[in-house]
Every structure is written in structure tokens, then in C-alpha cells.
């Protein structure tokens, strides 16, 4: 199981912290991701990170590259997302789920609202 | 933006088999990297419908197929049930972009 928490409203330029709190398998052998879903839009990939076993390391999406860091507690079983200098086209329901290829389990999503 | 290419909608009556195309690259699904589906029903998560190009996780529904050959990959839907009304997604991997991609989305309406 996957749960998200952390959303909210925030002003452009603004930061702001995502949670992802992991249940019923082995976090610390999973490789997790962050994706994306603006209002009445399709689906975005936004990040990845490995395990820490395949060396822990992280990719972005090119529109979030430079300002959206991905990391990892194994030993809460906790994802994060770090959204610093966020924009308007931010706004969307971020969703954590685990990764091997396909994105086998999802959680239900946060929504971030980035306005003025 | 999404890199694989999918209609925007498809239709069929009840009992109707429905198909739904995701085109893509040589450097995504012409690479030889999988094309994994997911369903998404109104206000939900998605979930994963197919993985593997033809591989249906345990409770899916084997009137659910998908196909790949080339730079495209296919889903099909036989015997079209009011339940199957969502949109559905084709994911990948593209090597150019260093990322996972998903296709643009089709929203499947029941008649």
C-alpha cells in the first residue's frame, strides 16, 4: 500500500515537501517513482530513484530537472518529494508507485495547487 | 509532454471488441523496451491492466490482450462491459530521454 500526503496550495515560486508512506512489501528493495496528473490532463513521469542496493540513484523528468529532488527513509519506508520553485504548470495529483518496468502499485494521489 | 501517441477515444456497444493503438519511436517501444498498459477509472488512481506487452496481472480479466510489434503496441478489449468506461494509458521506457514515457491517453466509452 501507498499513501501520499503533504499537498496543499502554494504560491508560484514556492516549496513544498510530498510524502509517501509504504506498506505491505520490501521499500528497501524497491525502486519508486513520482507521477504526475494535471487537472483533465494525462499522465506525466516526473522522477525516479533506485534502490539503495542498485545504488540509490535519481532521474527526473526534463521539466522538473534542477528543481524537484526525489529521496528516500528505508528505514521509515517513507518516499519524498522535494517541489522548490514551483510554477503554475506544477499543479497536478502526484502519485507514488513502485517501479521494475511497469508501475505495478499506485497510491491514490495528493494534489498540489500551485496559485497566486 | 507524452511521447507515445494513442486516439483519443474509442467506442463500442456492449459485447464489441475494441482496440486501442500506442505508436511510438525507435528509441521507446522500436528499442524493444515493454509497453505496460493502465486502466483509469473516473476519480480513481490508475491501475496496472497489462505489463510486459501481454501479461495480465493476477484479477485482470482475460478479455484484456495487448499486442506489440515494431514502434507500436496494442491493447484489445473483447466482450465490452459498461465497467470497462475509463481511460487507459500505454507506458515505456525511452533510451533518448533517459525516462519512463506515457502514451496520451484514450478514454473508452461504452455505447
Known amino acids: 500500500q501507498l499513501v501520499e500526503s503533504g499537498g496543499g496550495l502554494v504560491n508560484p515560486g514556492g516549496s513544498l515537501k510530498l510524502s509517501c508512506a509504504a506498506s505491505g512489501f520490501t521499500f528497501t528493495n524497491a525502486w519508486m517513482n513520482w507521477v504526475r496528473q494535471a487537472p483533465g490532463e494525462g499522465l506525466e513521469w516526473v522522477g525516479r530513484?533506485?534502490?539503495?542496493?542498485?545504488?540509490?540513484?535519481?532521474a527526473y523528468a526534463a521539466p522538473v530537472r534542477g528543481r524537484f529532488t526525489i529521496s528516500r527513509d528505508d528505514s521509515t519506508n517513507t518516499l519524498y518529494l522535494q517541489m522548490n520553485s514551483l510554477k503554475t504548470e506544477d499543479t497536478a495529483v502526484y502519485y507514488c508507485?513502485?517501479?521494475?518496468?511497469?508501475?505495478?502499485?499506485w497510491g491514490q494521489g495528493t494534489l498540489v495547487t500551485v496559485s497566486s | 509532454q507524452s511521447v507515445l501517441t494513442q486516439p483519443p477515444s474509442v467506442s463500442g456497444a456492449p459485447g464489441q471488441r475494441v482496440t486501442i493503438s500506442c505508436t511510438g519511436t525507435?528509441?521507446?517501444?522500436?528499442?524493444?523496451?515493454?509497453v505496460h498498459w493502465y486502466q483509469q477509472l473516473p476519480g480513481t488512481a490508475p491501475k496496472l491492466l497489462m505489463y510486459?506487452?501481454?501479461n495480465r496481472p493476477l484479477g485482470v480479466p482475460d478479455r484484456f490482450s495487448g499486442s506489440k510489434s515494431g514502434t507500436s503496441a496494442s491493447l484489445a478489449i473483447t466482450g465490452l462491459q459498461a465497467e470497462d468506461e475509463a481511460d487507459y494509458y500505454c507506458q515505456s521506457y525511452d533510451s533518448s530521454l533517459s525516462g519512463y514515457v506515457f502514451g496520451t491517453g484514450t478514454k473508452v466509452t461504452v455505447l
Open positions: 510486459g506487452n501481454t
Open positions: 530513484i533506485k534502490s539503495k542496493t542498485d545504488g540509490g540513484t535519481t
Open positions: 525507435s528509441s521507446n517501444i522500436g528499442a524493444g523496451y515493454d
Open positions: 508507485t513502485t517501479v521494475a518496468g511497469q508501475m505495478a502499485s
